[in-house]
């Protein structure tokens, strides 16, 4: 009975390096969500997506940030060229259907840290 | 955008109930009240939702103003597993227009007692 799996689940890197980050939902579940939680905050919204669809991005940063949900595979947040303030724990969510009235099951979270 | 303001922090002795407070004045009448709790070092986890009568499940009871302008969670009989940062969020039950996530603000870091 798997949950939400995330990996890896701590990632370093440079200044100016890519960070992939890999979410898995829990399995049936077609509905994809990233946030971002940076030290002493609370979680922030980022994405939503669906099976190969983008639905809501406003939360993500216009410029480095990207995220994708293949029919087959994990989902991916992928950070360009990443930068100091990058640094903070990414969440995923996944839910079996849309907002409002469904549970958000989410993954233990991936904590990025930049040097 | 809909908002939320809790306390900062509470304290309550273990075996004993809880009454975390959330002040939601800008909620709208399709949003929903979602409860998560965060455990340090773990990701959110789900406590109880509703939207305008009162809930109960087997974590937690919530306690929605007539108004729906505040809530109120309540764990009947507080452990100390239970303590956490508790967060109150607003999601509409419709898409379209505004973010599709939950938007947390700083909870209220629950310390139980023993």
């Known amino acids: 009975n798997a949950g939400v799996m995330q990996n890896p689940r701590h990632l370093v890197r440079r200044r100016g390096q890519e960070a992939r980050l890999r979410c898995s939902p829990v399995k049936g579940h077609s509905h994809v969500y990233w946030y971002r939680q940076l030290p002493e905050e609370g979680l922030k919204f980022m994405v939503y997506?669906?099976?190969?669809?983008?639905?809501?991005e406003s939360g993500m940063p216009k410029e480095r940030f990207s995220a994708e949900f293949p029919k087959e595979g994990p989902s991916i947040l992928r950070i360009q060229q990443v930068v100091r303030g990058d640094s903070a724990a990414y969440f995923c969510?996944?839910?079996?259907?849309?907002?409002?009235?469904?549970?958000?099951?989410f993954g233990p979270g991936t904590r990025l840290t930049v040097l | 955008d809909a908002k939320t303001t809790q306390p900062n922090s509470m304290e309550s002795n273990e075996e004993e109930p809880v009454h975390l407070p959330c002040n939601h004045s800008?909620?709208?009448?399709?949003?929903?009240i979602h409860w998560y709790r965060q455990l340090p070092s773990q990701g959110p986890e789900y406590v109880i939702h509703?939207?305008?009568s009162n809930v109960n499940n087997r974590m937690a009871s919530l306690a929605i103003a007539e108004d729906r302008k505040s809530s109120t969670l309540i764990l009947h009989r507080a452990t100390l597993r239970d303590a956490a940062v508790y967060y109150c969020?607003?999601?509409?039950?419709?898409?379209?227009?505004?973010?599709?996530?939950?938007?947390f603000g700083k909870g209220t870091h629950l310390i139980i007692q023993p």
């Open positions: 509703g939207l305008t």
């Open positions: 969510a996944s839910s079996p259907a849309q907002r409002g009235t469904d549970t958000q099951y």
């Open positions: 997506l669906q099976k190969e669809n983008i639905i809501d």
């Open positions: 800008t909620i709208s009448g399709t949003d929903y």
């Open positions: 969020s607003l999601l509409p039950s419709n898409s379209g227009g505004g973010a599709d996530g939950l938007t």
